[in-house]
């Protein structure tokens, strides 16, 4: 008896702690997100181990990631254009110095370098240099730019994502956010004629046989792995869209879309029906009792009845299409700019993560900024995700 | 009820038995693991196969995923040779010196970086300040470069792959890439696509040349225009050219060694060059 | 049609012809066969898409399928030779994250079902449940590469991608699990108390068994998700490389969607891969296949059984 109590008792014990694995999971996905991510911002605007040193004459006192960037590109060629004085920007790198000095002069191990770089830095006036802080941190006629963090207005609202541009990376993530929600929107909005078509056939009009038949198909589509699709998207979509739309390139957010929007239907598809399905036969009988056509009922009966369990598998379908990776990656051409059109090349989040965390150094910026964007995705998937909770919260009352 | 609880059992019972069989092994010891770039991967792998084929007891796996992951991998200890198609970085040196760890760098063969165009386009040079322009998206038409009436679609590799940042350097003096730049996630999907757009442009490495694609000669300041070959890119005439790495530890020597001794053999060099690197004598 | 069929569904129309002659009705009629038309349409238009996809990876998948595909490693640079470590190691991480997710996630279901107070902490329980399920796969790889490969130190491994495919696959178990003992009549539940039977062996003895073919046709459906996905084993798990067959743990495995992915986009050269790519997508396919068929005879299977009985 006593061991009987005791199995009870361990029972209890052991599911309860399983009963709370996916909030603990979900807790530990926030922690380590976040933990990650929020170094970015304590990261400097220069890539970490180097410095910006300017002549001393140079009343610049700092610059940001972006007016580096356009410097460093020759954009910017004047100080004044950057409100500094009139003088021609000359910008040099560590690879010029064997270009300039012989390796007698900058000595075996580069002791000498920092004296190289000095002498340059302060023989021209404009001068901007892009060193290790350590070749050039104890030389005194050279001034060292003061060094900012990362700004998160600069991450959060920037335009231009160049993750591995020197001197400075920027990490602007809005055309990055704004893709992946172009893309989805799109997806969407392809679904979801389909989509509803699908469900109120199945529900309403199909008979038992084409039921049995289709129901499986749609099924199956929901097993077919993403890559598989991204495989077909890249091999017939891209190509045909090309063709059809007589376009400069083929790899557009439209072929994305059209991806996502396959991958989508199932979800909208089998939420909506089983939602439809669960009308009562008595509100349809009345319905059509006082005269309705078929059609009529299934529009001013069925779907207004089960409106909110269609609006959660269209808003489950969107979570779906906003979080896909490998497809989207394959076709849509993957350029990182504020999207104009659906017809030319975008980038989304999931794309970006899958393709650069590979080559980003682990623990530098760039592989911070990606778990920045794997949090953003994150909160974008629970916002729709405590949409679809209250949405069909409200349908039960 | 019953009838249920018997049919459970051997539900679950091969199911484990199967799970165990998979499992219950203890790792090997003389396995090398190589990760890294994705540029020396097809090399490694050929490579790798005909190492295996001398020595069939060894063991080898190669992946893939960047020179970053390689990188960090060794720092992590969880890789024994990372490949790379670009130096260390002054970070992830620190990141080493850090963890107390000493790499040694070999060079295991050149690569040189072929400027592709659709076929059917008739341009067939370039010099490296219009590729500047173009790549930075201030050449934005083929008939600026004497070409058809044409839109430039320019492709590049992923922001932080060696071959982008190298192209990066060599090319366009250090200068970014315009953001419209279309990045594709491997080389083989850029050479899918230059094939398939008339007025595409990209980059890849020389062993990844085929038929269906063109390769363009180009032209450095004050050189000659001369087409990506092997024998070109061995005596320097080809401009746009690149060592590949490994690193590794210097404690795991006696491990790794023999593969790339195998590497940098006669036959390994062999493998290199017709793999469509470029070896380095 | 059957939601209208055996009652009325034909008085409906009949009835109204008679009463109005007008242009009213047949407008009405004509609608309702325009509109659905246009459903048979737009539904035929998606199993069609779906069947073109099939089909075109059968097609020209099929003649690459051959015993030497499927037991053989690739060689010769990925350009022939067979798919082999990819199929084991795709069942490798099936069967990992099965290990993992079942488990934890059918006693999570029996929690959540039979011992949590309704109220509050099981509205709690399920919302992040939900959430979890809608998490986008890539940042489950994210995690897993933070969590496990790094912070764990598990490395690239088996076991760092099972655990973060059966933390995918985790939400599908408990959901399933949860809803077949919810549809299992509380007499049953009381009967056996009353009888005298703790409630864990209510649970193990009754509850379970009862609800065993649903919650094995959601385990089956859940490693259908599993064995397709390629994003979460991106940085945890997968090899470019790696003829050998895994042998523990803490092997890395080759597996069959990244497998797909490699030949498909990277390689020195694409056009000789390409029927590998067909042939690996349509293997793949093939195993998604005949999960789908297994979970839909099964649930055919069990239910027979029960309306027999």
Known sequence: ?397 | MNKHIRMKRPQTNPFLCVLLALFAVAPSLSAQRIKGSDTVLPLTQEAGEAFLKIHPRASLTVTGGGSGVGLSALVEGVTDIAMASRKIKFGEQMKLKRAGQEVKEVIVAYDALAVIVNPGNPVSRLTRAQLEAIFRGKITNWKQVGGEDRKIVVYSRETSSGTYEFFKESVLGNKNYMSSILSMPATGAIIQSVRQTPGAIGYVGLAYLNPHVKALSVAYEGGGFYAPTVTNSMNGKYPIVRPLYYYYNVKDEALVRPFIDYLLSPAGQKLVRDGGFVPLK | MQRFSPRAPQPATTMNTPQYPSAYASKKKRTEQIVFFLFRLLSGAVALSLLGILGFIIVKGFSVLSWDFLTLPPTDGMTSGGILPAIVGTLCLMAGSACFAFPIGIMSGIYMNEYARKGKLVRFIRMMTNNLAGIPSIVFGLFGMALFVNYLSFGDSILAGSLTLGLLALPIVIRTTEEALKDIPDAYREGSLALGATKAQTIWHVILPMAMPRVITGLILSLGRVSGETAPILFTCAAYFLPKLPESLFDQCMALPYHLYVVSTSGTDLEAQQPIAYGTALVLIIIVLLINLLANSLRKYFSNKIKTK
């Open chain 1, 1 to 397: 008896m006593n061991l009987k109590q005791f199995c009870e008792v361990a029972m209890r014990r052991i599911l309860t702690v399983s009963g709370f694995t996916t909030s603990i999971v979900i807790l530990l996905i926030i922690t380590f997100l976040f933990a990650e991510a929020a170094g970015l911002f304590r990261n400097k605007v220069v890539e970490e181990g180097y410095t910006l040193a300017v002549n001393r004459e140079n009343p610049v006192e700092n610059l940001s990631a972006e007016q580096i960037k356009l410097i460093f590109d020759e954009e910017i060629t004047n100080w004044k254009q950057i409100g500094g004085i009139d003088c021609p920007i000359a910008t040099f790198r560590l690879e010029q110095l064997t270009e300039l000095y012989t390796e007698e002069e900058l000595g075996e191990n580069y002791e000498r370098a920092g004296d190289c770089i000095a002498e340059q830095v302060e023989g021209q006036r404009g001068m901007i240099a892009f060193v290790p802080t350590d070749l050039v941190k104890d030389q005194e006629g050279i001034r060292l730019l003061e060094e900012r963090n990362i700004k998160a207005g600069d991450v959060l609202l920037g335009d231009e994502w160049f993750p591995t541009a020197t001197p400075s990376p920027l990490f602007g993530i809005l055309p990055l956010v704004s893709g992946t929600l172009w893309v989805t929107f799109f997806a969407i909005l392809i679904a979801l004629p389909f989509g509803l078509a699908v469900a109120i056939y199945l529900s309403e009009v199909a008979d038992e046989r084409i039921r049995q038949v289709l129901k499986p198909v749609i099924e199956l589509l929901n097993g077919i792995p993403s890559v598989v699709l991204g495989f077909f998207g890249l091999a017939v979509v891209v190509p045909f869209l090309q063709q059809t739309f007589d376009l400069p390139v083929g790899e557009t957010g439209l072929a994305g879309s059209l991806i996502l929007a396959l991958m989508a239907l199932p979800t909208i598809i089998t939420v909506g029906e089983d939602a439809m399905r669960s009308c009562p036969v008595t509100m349809r009988e009345a319905s059509l009792a006082l005269g309705a056509s078929r059609w009529q009922t299934i529009y001013k009966v069925v779907v207004p009845y089960s409106i909110s369990g269609i609006t959660s598998g269209v808003v489950l379908g969107i979570g779906r299409a906003v979080g896909e990776t490998m497809a989207v990656l394959m076709v849509t051409g993957n350029a990182a700019v504020m999207p104009h059109s659906i017809l030319e090349p975008l980038r989304t989040i999931p794309a970006t993560i899958a393709a650069e965390l590979g080559e980003a150094p682990a623990g530098g910026a760039h592989y911070q900024s990606l778990f920045l964007l794997g949090v953003i995705l994150f909160f974008i998937t629970f916002f729709i995700n405590l949409c679809v909770e209250y949405i069909s919260s409200r349908n039960k009352r």
